[in-house]
């Protein structure tokens, strides 16, 4: 773990750290041709400030991480739906094997139709892939596809009961579980939409910096030489906190520490495909680079 480099958020700030590095140093070199320069800063006024600016990096970290959670039990509550529905589909429509086919790729571009969304990603290439080509061009100019999705599978299943292939009752628990995919695509929506205030993130980037570039001033009369590499240490664990918040506070981005949401979409399908005796699909392990077979 000392040495991690994937997903490490060391690497977006290491070039903040070596200047802060730099910076102490040239601090140190000059308090040493000139030893009788006075700063007015003592390590009391430090450790009230780190005090105040960690509750503060705590605060903001949990809204962040808030976010995240929440993310992913969405996308958890994704793939527990999306096989209970597929479970009833394939179990309780009395329908041919084409039809029942077309209602899990419903399901499964439905799951790449909200990544899109998430990420404001071009999807149709997947759609193409699962859908006929007649609906794919109505949904092609569409905004929110998922949505669109789902109402054709919610078309789909009231076909079905009125061809008296499905009876009432299990027409109103399928009906629960899609309802269930509607609640999944609101929730993804409000945290894409409703993000943690900028005013906070403004006031926490320049509370850290400039306590980080202020603080060799405070330390240089105390540990004299080895001030610099406190200095860069202290810098690094609050930078990195700093930089953990600003990533993790958006989870459906491209971040290696954002969800991974290729690899959900392509396990949805994979299992989908092996419960409908499709042919399976190529899985790409998007955290390993190669090719599952």
């Known amino acids: 773990m000392l040495f991690s480099w994937k997903g490490s958020v060391l690497k977006k700030i290491y070039p903040v750290l070596l200047l802060l590095f730099i910076f102490s140093w040239g601090i140190y070199f000059y308090h040493l041709k000139f030893p009788k320069t006075e700063f007015p800063l003592n390590v009391t ?20 991480y808030e976010r995240f959670w929440e993310g992913r039990k969405l996308w958890g509550s994704l793939v527990i739906h999306s096989r209970s529905l597929a479970f009833q589909l394939l179990n309780y429509v009395d329908t041919s094997k084409k039809e029942q086919s ?68 299990e027409k109103v628990r399928i009906d629960q579980n899609i309802n ?44 004299s ?9 202290v810098g690094y664990s609050f930078m990195a906190l700093d930089a ?18 290729d690899n959900m979409c392509q396990n949805i399908e994979y299992s989908l495909c092996e419960l409908a005796d499709k042919p399976l699909p190529v899985v790409m392990d998007y955290n390993r680079d190669f090719v599952l077979t």
């Not at 509607?182 to 945290?191: A, K, M, P, Y």
């Open 45 to 64: 006024v430090f450790t009230l400030m780190g005090i105040s600016l960690a509750i503060f990096l705590g605060f903001c970290n949990s809204a962040a």
């Open 102 to 169: 077309y209602s899990i790729d419903l399901i499964v571009a439905f799951t790449y139709a909200l990544k899109g969304q998430l990420r404001s990603q071009d999807v149709m290439l997947e759609m193409r892939r699962l859908l006929p080509s007649d609906f794919c061009d109505f949904l092609a100019d569409k905004k929110y596809k998922p949505t669109i999705i789902l109402n054709e599978l919610t078309r789909w299943l009231q076909e079905q009961h009125k061809a008296g292939k499905l009876d009432s009752i």
């Open 244 to 261: 953990i918040v600003d990533e993790i506070a958006e989870p459906f981005g491209y971040d290696e520490n954002d969800l991974a949401l």
């Open 180 to 223: 269930e995919l509607s609640i999944i695509l609101g929730g993804c929506e409000r945290i894409l939409h409703t993000r943690i205030p900028f005013v906070y993130f403004v006031l926490l980037h320049r509370t850290v910096y400039i306590y980080c570039f202020m603080l060799p001033f405070g330390l240089i009369d105390t540990i």
């Open 225 to 233: 030489w080895a001030m610099p590499f406190f200095v860069t240490f």
